[in-house]
């Protein structure tokens, strides 16, 4: 999910990726890296975060869905009301458990 100027462009140990990121390894996961520091030096400029950039910033656009132009998650994938812009409302109510 995440984009170019959030992959790095080569390992902990310098090996090359051929995946073409953009970063450096230590922009990303090092002690001052914004998948890993508290305060971190860099910040991820796609409004991802998380270990894999899958969950989005709260009140950034959500993308549009892919699951309409690939015909072979048409039949399989549904995609979630949750997350759909703006959320709809609840279906059902909540049980009451005590």
């Not at 508290?38 to 998380?50: H, K, N």
Request: glycine share 10%; with cysteine.
């Amino acid at each position: 999910m995440n984009t170019q100027e959030c992959r790095p462009k080569e390992g902990a140990d310098g090996t090359k990726y051929n995946a073409g990121g953009w970063r450096s390894w230590a922009d990303i996961y090092g002690p001052g890296g914004w998948c890993v520091a508290e305060q971190p030096v860099a910040t991820c400029p796609c409004s991802w975060y998380g270990h894999d950039c899958s969950r989005k910033v709260a009140g950034q656009a959500l993308e549009p869905s892919r699951i309409p132009q690939r015909r072979w998650l048409q039949g399989v994938a549904v995609e979630p009301p949750a997350a759909q812009e703006p959320p709809p409302a609840a279906t059902r109510k909540r049980p009451l458990i005590f």
